[in-house]
């Protein structure tokens, strides 16, 4: 005996979602835990499996369609008239028609149908959740090494698995759809950690607790590189002096408790600084003549006529 177990991932144009994959291989957990041999049908861009279209039926006892909506119309009469010699079963399926009117299965354990409704499996799958890391840069502004940033930036995150969000902090124009500073904030706030080239996506990151590898595409002012040495922050590059390996090494160490730790800290010292400048800010504001300034600290420029 031998199960061949297919569905959306199996079909050309089906549309197959992270559930449908997730699904499958649940299934194919529950085939490996009672020692039942199975092929797993796939078509690109999915791998690790076969060509339900060139399989032989004959190889095979159980045919399986696993998770989704089932229809005539809608789902694989292709599958249902090429392994009619073996007994079928649906699991997981929304069953689009009655089933007093429309069945094609020997066995069917549906998600739902006009029968009954059941959990979707995948409440039961198990994956290693991978961490969640924003991804926050400047636009092109001619920076002296930009492109050697950007270049970077792309081999890090396609060398890792993660789950990437793009945070774009310009509210003039949003590439996002975000509409104020808390809606930005507050997406940076939830990552695990934010790769960035923006200051302000260094300072909010950090701001909220969450580890930053900032890169300083370069420039004039580096202020990106000043200000996480002004705030005690150790995780800032200058583009110019990047390696790959360096970024590997901060990227781990983002990610880890004591990382976190170091951000808070660094939000915590920078909150008391900026305290120091409000005060200055309201005693110079509130200065009545030029001589009670002067025991101020602030440091500016006055203006030259």
Not at 42 to 47: A, E, H, M, N, T
Not at 87 to 95: A, K, R, S, V
Not at 214 to 237: M, N, Y
């Amino acid at each position: 005996m031998k199960a061949l177990v297919t569905g959306c991932f199996s079909l050309e144009g089906g549309g197959a979602t992270a559930g449908d994959l997730l699904a499958a291989e649940l299934v194919c957990d529950w085939l490996d835990s009672v020692g039942f041999p199975y092929d797993i049908a796939v078509i690109p861009p999915f791998r690790g499996g076969i060509d339900f279209r060139l399989a032989d039926p004959k190889n095979y006892s159980h045919a399986i369609f696993v998770c989704g909506p089932f229809g005539r119309e809608r789902r694989g009469d292709d599958f249902l008239n090429r392994f009619s010699n073996c007994q079928t079963i649906g699991i997981d399926l929304t069953m689009l028609e009655p089933l007093e009117k429309w069945n094609p299965f020997d066995i069917l354990i549906e998600r739902d149908s006009s029968v009954c409704a059941r959990p979707d499996i995948t409440f039961l799958s198990r994956r290693e959740l991978v961490p969640v890391v924003g991804v926050c840069l400047v636009e092109p502004y001619g920076a002296a090494f930009e492109e050697v940033a950007y270049a970077a930036i792309q081999r890090l995150v396609a060398s890792r698995q993660i789950s990437v969000v793009e945070i774009d902090t310009r509210l003039d124009t949003n590439s996002q759809g975000f509409r104020s500073p808390a809606e930005i904030e507050s997406i940076l706030a939830r990552m695990d950690m934010v790769i960035t080239t923006r200051l302000h996506g260094t300072v909010l990151s950090l701001k909220n607790g969450v580890p930053t590898l900032s890169i300083d595409p370069g420039g004039d002012s580096l202020k990106i590189k000043r200000q996480a040495e002004t705030i005690g922050w150790p995780v800032v590059f200058t583009a110019d002096k990047i390696t790959d390996e360096a970024l590997q090494q901060a990227f781990d160490y983002c990610l880890t408790e004591e990382a976190q730790l170091k951000a808070r800290e660094c939000s915590e010292r920078a909150k008391k600084m900026v305290e120091e400048i409000r005060n200055e800010f309201i005693k110079v504001l509130t200065c009545s003549n030029e001589l009670a300034c002067q025991d101020t600290t602030w440091t500016s420029t006055k203006k030259k006529l």
